[in-house]
């Protein structure tokens, strides 16, 4: 549990203790959770989408999340717009995702893609 807790405070900092131009900046950090509704009893971690954006990530990056049927922004670096997908390509519908806002499809996120002014041209 403390690693958790540590890995989810070192990722709200890097947020604004890197250069958006490092392939290791978190322009995102979000919490996931495992049921519908953003609910505590469901809360997986704090996980952060990072890099220059501007392409499709996957949201589990090393095959150990659960399905994730809700995910809440706590940090998006300004201008930065965050859009999550139940599809692996990000050709499904785009959800928005805003800061502290719940969002959910009804069926588990896959990938995000995030475009920031500088973000890489796709």
């Not at 950090?29 to 009893?41: Q, T």
């Not at 692996?88 to 502290?100: I, K, N, P, R």
């Not at 719940?102 to 973000?119: D, E, K, L």
């Amino acid at each position: 549990m403390f690693q958790l807790l540590a890995l989810a405070f070192s990722a709200a900092t890097f947020v604004t203790a890197s250069s958006p131009g490092d392939p290791d900046f978190y322009n995102t950090v979000a919490d996931i959770f495992s049921g519908p509704d953003c609910g505590n009893d469901t809360f997986v971690w704090a996980d952060p989408i990072f890099g220059r954006g501007g392409n499709c990530q996957p949201l589990d990056r090393h095959d150990n999340t659960p399905d994730i049927l809700s995910y809440r922004p706590t940090t998006i670096y300004p201008d930065c717009i965050v859009n999550l997908y139940t599809d692996s390509e990000c050709q499904s519908s785009a959800y928005l995702a805003e800061v502290d806002q719940c969002v959910q499809a009804g069926i588990p996120f896959i990938s995000a893609f995030v475009q920031c002014p500088f973000s890489d041209k796709s």
